[in-house]
């Protein structure tokens, strides 16, 4: 069966950085876009970015453009998000996501796309 494993997730002060791996299994990895998104407690799920098969297209959310990247590696079957200059607001539960609909079909921004999805991983920012 599929799954989708994120780790690297937890405590860091403002201005830090982390970086996510969400490591995927079940399913051929390199014909599904992958992304990240995240929720708050009480609050709905949000779109944080998202890449294509190949990981020549990205796509991000405003509120983290600039600050964060997304990348994959075909080879290990993983999706990478690298939190840079890190804000109290950026606390969340992050998860990641996959679907094998086409890139150029879709709204990489658009939750009800994806048919797999992680468990997520705590990132706590202090300030």
């Known amino acids: 069966q599929v799954q989708l494993v994120e780790s690297g997730g937890g405590l860091v002060q403002a201005g830090g950085s982390l970086r996510l791996s969400c490591a995927a299994s079940?399913?051929?990895?390199?014909?599904?876009?992958m992304a990240w998104f995240r929720q708050a407690p009480g609050k709905e799920r949000d779109f944080v970015a998202a890449i294509s098969w190949s990981g020549g297209s990205t796509y991000y959310a405003d509120s983290v453009k600039g600050r964060f990247t997304i990348s994959r590696d075909n080879a290990k079957n993983t999706v990478y998000l690298q939190m840079n200059r890190l804000k109290p607001e950026d606390t969340h539960v992050y998860y990641c996501?996959?679907?094998?609909?086409?890139?150029?079909?879709?709204?990489?921004?658009?939750?009800?796309?994806?048919?797999?999805w992680g468990q997520g991983t705590q990132v706590t920012v202090s300030s």
């Open positions: 996501a996959a679907t094998s609909r086409a890139w150029y079909l879709m709204r990489p921004e658009g939750l009800h796309y994806y048919e797999y």
């Open positions: 079940g399913l051929t990895f390199s014909s599904y876009v």
